[in-house]
């Protein structure tokens, strides 16, 4: 089971951390997921992050802004986001990935178990 959390509403530069817990399994088994659904758009992966070697990939939107990380002690995954914008504003989702690499992020096809979302709102 997973549990986002941490979203909130920002002035567009500003940052959030997000945060997504796993129960019932650990980080050791699945690699974790974020995507994002903005209002009238189709859902987009945003980033995820190894099981097996903690290795991260981002979509090109936010590259350079966003930074996934995990704690294995507290079975949590979190998506540091600063610089936000406008375009940000979205419900985010934490998954398990089948696995993670650079296609995983191309498509939400390859994320199984979906947490409940936390809304992110970038305004000014």
């Known amino acids: 089971q997973l549990q986002a959390s941490g979203g909130g509403s920002v002035q567009p530069g500003g940052s959030l951390k997000l945060s997504c817990a796993l129960s019932g399994s650990t980080l050791d088994y699945y690699s974790i997921g974020w995507a994002r659904q903005a209002p009238g758009k189709e859902g987009e992966a945003v980033s995820c992050?190894?099981?097996?070697?903690?290795?991260?990939y981002y979509t090109d939107s936010v590259k350079g802004r966003f930074t996934i990380s995990r704690d294995k002690t507290k079975n949590t995954v979190y998506l540091q986001m600063n610089s936000l914008k406008l375009e940000d504003t979205a419900v985010y989702y934490c998954a398990t990935a089948r696995f993670c690499t650079g296609v995983t992020i191309t498509t939400t096809s390859f994320f199984d178990h979906w947490g409940q979302g936390t809304l992110v709102t970038v305004s000014s």
């Open positions: 992050i190894s099981s097996s070697d903690g290795g991260t």
